[in-house]
């Protein structure tokens, strides 16, 4: 039995990679195209439920006069809306680290296109490195993203939202258990201060995290020290 001599893949390679790159570059794209549709669903869906709460609270209360059977039913229903909250800001946050990969991904593939193609360089917009200061170039064409663009991101806007109902929920408990007027307030600001700690808390130690475990294949030059001026 004789052994087939090994095959020669230096003919033909360039376009072969080329087009089993091109194919890994529509996939992902199409996969972040499907989690940006996944997270503005998520966040339609929990501002319908919101909307439709408030709608549901005003006609019960036009009919009880904000009496016993209003906070019966505001009782019920909050506690529902701030689940799907919490649970809307959990997956926003997860979607937005997928998606963080998904831009890492095509980062080392416009990485491979310019190791086939160098002269391509000056066309591209986006970065072709993986580190963090690429991702950030790719996002916003910056290596700072800044506070107004965090503050208009939707895990932000989920987070508010979920935090102001924490904080009413607690302050219609505080009012059936016969607290006074001054003592609601203080509870539900409470309330909605600590449930706000603890979403950021929980994105920051999830963004932490992956800072912490992911290792670049093709960080930038000089991303070091520019990190550190930063």
């Known amino acids: 039995m004789t052994n087939d001599p090994p095959l020669d893949r230096s003919e033909g390679t360039p376009p072969l990679r080329v087009q089993i790159l091109a194919t890994e570059h ?3 794209l199409a996969t972040r195209g499907m989690t940006w549709n996944e997270i503005f669903s998520r966040t339609g869906t929990f501002l319908t439920v919101l909307s439709t709460t408030v709608i549901a ?3 019960v209360a036009q009919a009880t006069g904000f009496g016993t059977g209003f906070r019966v039913f505001a009782l019920l229903v909050l506690p529902v809306v701030l689940l799907v909250g919490l649970g809307t800001f959990i997956r926003l946050v997860e979607a ?6 998904l831009v890492v991904g095509m980062n080392r593939l416009r990485h491979a296109y310019l190791e086939l193609a160098p002269e391509l360089r000056p066309y591209f917009v986006t970065s072709q490195h993986d580190d963090e200061l690429g991702v950030l170039r790719t996002y916003s064409f910056r290596t700072d993203v800044g506070v ?7 895990p932000v806007i989920v987070g508010i939202i979920a935090s102001v109902v924490a904080g009413v929920f607690s302050g219609i408990v505080c009012q059936a258990l016969g607290g006074a007027v001054g003592l609601q307030i203080v509870v539900g600001l409470l309330a909605m201060l ?3 700690t603890m979403l950021a808390a929980m994105a ?3 963004l932490g995290q992956l800072r912490r475990d992911y290792r670049p294949r093709f960080p930038e030059p000089g991303a070091d020290r520019v ?4």
Do not use: F, I, K, N
């Open 26 to 28: 529509w996939s992902l």
């Open 204 to 206: 920051y130690r999830r």
């Open 96 to 101: 937005d680290v997928e998606d963080a990969w």
């Open 57 to 59: 609270l005003s006609l």
């Open 227 to 230: 990190a550190t001026s930063t």
């Open 194 to 196: 600590a449930t706000a």
């Open 148 to 154: 107004s663009h965090l503050l208009c991101g939707s």
